[in-house]
């Protein structure tokens, strides 16, 4: 059974930094595709980073420069290095895993691997 697990969020104030993790067990980790995903309230998910099996980066527009996804696969962690948070870095975070090649997107994806999400709040 695969288990997606979100730690590190807390509350931080603008322009601080936090690191966000996710553990998995039940799936050979360097074989997936990871990304973190984040939704605020009354909004929509919306993807933050990901990075693929070969380590190729990618980053939605509002974070690039300031968070960094990176993973340690003997540990089967992924992690989300958040640097100069603002107010509107306010959401649950979410890690997701996924195989399939094509849902290695910044798009939330049904079929993909969730975990529960951590709160990260960030006030001004």
């Known amino acids: 059974q695969v288990q997606v697990v979100e730690s590190g969020g807390t509350s931080v104030q603008e322009g601080g930094s936090l690191t966000l993790s996710c553990t998995t067990s039940g799936l050979t980790f360097r074989d997936h595709c990871m990304g973190w995903f984040r939704q605020a309230p009354g909004k929509v998910r919306e993807g933050v980073a990901t990075?693929?099996?070969?380590?190729?980066?990618n980053y939605a527009d509002s974070v690039n420069g300031r968070f960094t996804i990176s993973q340690d696969n003997a540990k089967n962690t992924l992690y989300l290095q958040m640097n100069s948070l603002k107010p509107d870095d306010t959401a649950m975070y979410y890690c997701?895993?996924?195989?399939?090649?094509?849902?290695?997107?910044?798009?939330?994806?049904?079929?993909?691997?969730w975990g529960q999400g951590t709160q990260v709040t960030v006030s001004s």
């Open positions: 997701s895993a996924t195989r399939r090649r094509v849902d290695c997107v910044l798009a939330p994806r049904r079929n993909n691997a």
């Open positions: 990075i693929d099996i070969l380590g190729t980066t």
